[in-house]
């Protein structure tokens, strides 16, 4: 069981990219779902985080207004839709279960550069 993430790739400042993380191996309906992500040098911090029936989302500060969290249960998948793009969104980007975390994927390089 595992999460897999794709989608991501380099934007220029102020662009967008759509992230995906579908769940390989179990049904990842029953479970809250979030974004983590992690820059150079730093740790991974949670980003963005939606409940099993999409009717409770929650971002960090830093991404609130910019980013938007969603799901299709149906596609065993969760979504970031990321728009204004800042270059200290700039990190690798991962999807997990709240702890206890299955295994980390192998993530999504995001960059923002111009």
């Known amino acids: 069981a595992q999460f897999v993430e794709s989608g991501g790739g380099l934007a220029q400042p102020g662009g967008s990219l759509t992230l995906s993380c579908t769940a390989s191996?179990?049904?990842?309906?029953?479970?809250?779902i979030g974004w983590f992500r992690q820059a150079p040098g730093e740790m991974r911090v949670g980003v963005s985080c939606?409940?099993?029936?999409?009717?409770?989302?929650f971002y960090r500060k830093s991404v609130t207004g910019r980013f938007t969290i969603s799901r299709d249960n149906a596609k065993n998948t969760v979504y970031l839709q990321m728009n204004s793009l800042k270059p200290e969104d700039t990190a690798v980007y991962y999807c997990?279960?709240?702890?206890?975390?299955?295994?980390w994927g192998p993530g999504t390089q995001v960059t923002v550069s111009s």
């Open positions: 939606i409940d099993s029936g999409a009717h409770r989302t």
């Open positions: 997990n279960k709240p702890l206890p975390h299955l295994p």
């Open positions: 191996g179990f049904s990842a309906d029953r479970y809250t």
